[in-house]
């Protein structure tokens, strides 16, 4: 293991670095660069299996999904949130992002990849200045938006969550304190929400004790 004092995005950078010069290594990455996306391809394959899974729990339940709110750092499993998305005409996709790491906002506002400064967060998963090559031609179309957090939100989040008996840390948590951004007006109304609305929320992240 290296340990860098460096962004996530410097760090990818160096571990791609490492693994062209050494032919025993092999670089297992969710975002993906000009010419390296076959293992990203493969990691948003396997993220979709969450939703075809979540799918058949809300059909057991006899509930249809209209939102899902996706906690995104490079844009990798909302990636594969938004391929799920398409086979739903009425599901829309939402990511959250923390407010110092908001590459995908910037992304979505500017229409083209955007790459943003990170700061500190207790939302380190989150914490990418890049959105994924592969990914983003996908979220450019298919996200409806991106909603950014403080860590305060999250940790508000985290605490409610666990009053429930859910384990989460700031990154899961983050699509609870998304949420709320988007059960309020204007976002409530552009989003069709009403109380009969069913929302999946992605928790990817148990809590640091838990951990």
Known sequence: M???DA???EAVRQAATLAEVDPDALLVQDTSLPGYEDVPRWIVDGYATLFDETADQAA???AGIDLVVVPAGVGSLAHAAVLFGRSRPDCRI???EPDVADCLRASL???APTTVATGKTSMAGLNCGTPSHLAWPVLERGLTGAVVVDDAAAADAVVDLTALGVDSGPCGAASLA???VLASEPARSRLGLCPDS???LLNTEGSH???
Do not use: E, K, M
């Open 198 to 200: 069913s929302v999946v």
């Open 2 to 4: 290296r340990v860098i």
């Open 94 to 96: 939402v990511a959250v």
């Open 178 to 180: 998304a949420l709320r």
């Open 209 to 211: 004790a838990a951990g």
């Open 60 to 62: 057991n339940l006899g």
């Open 7 to 9: 962004p996530y995005d």
């Open 109 to 111: 506002a500017a229409g």
